[in-house]
């Protein structure tokens, strides 16, 4: 069983298992967070903390978007991902998506370009300057 906490340091929702510990992003120190949330297993985890992490009005239209078959593997991680968008970056530093599919493709990872998009910006690797533009915060 894992619980979502919120941060009162930053406020931003992580899992934990058993001990609350310090918070991944702001360092936070301390037993007083809300949790918002129990789920099973990692792949709950997962996606109900990325859902948990935006805003609240945007949820619910999310978790509609999301199919509950939706699995993220336990081993992906940012740095997967980091090299196809590092060969993706335009010469204004802005993401290109038929870069970006051409090296997902190259590399053989089977992820559509929305979710990864999507996912950089939440793992703070993108930062989304408007509609279908992310610039590289790398």
């Not at 009005?57 to 978007?65: A, I, P």
């Not at 010469?91 to 996912?119: C, F, H, M, T, Y």
């Amino acid at each position: 069983m894992w619980s979502i906490v919120r941060c009162p340091g930053c406020n931003n929702c992580r899992g934990i298992r058993n001990k609350v510990g310090k918070c991944n992003y702001c360092g936070f120190v301390g037993e007083d967070v809300e949790v918002v949330g129990k789920v099973a297993d990692s792949s709950q985890l997962q996606r109900e903390v990325a859902i948990a992490n935006m805003p609240a009005e945007l949820r619910d239209e999310m978790r509609k978007k999301m199919r509950p078959e939706m699995v993220i593997e336990e081993e992906a991680n940012a740095g997967l991902f980091l090299a196809p968008l590092r060969s993706s970056v335009d010469q204004n530093g802005v993401v290109s998506p038929e870069k970006l599919a051409i090296e997902l493709q190259r590399k053989g990872i089977p992820i559509s370009i929305e979710d990864l998009l999507e996912e950089a910006v939440h793992q703070g690797l993108l930062l989304r300057a408007e509609q279908d533009r992310y610039i590289l915060l790398d």
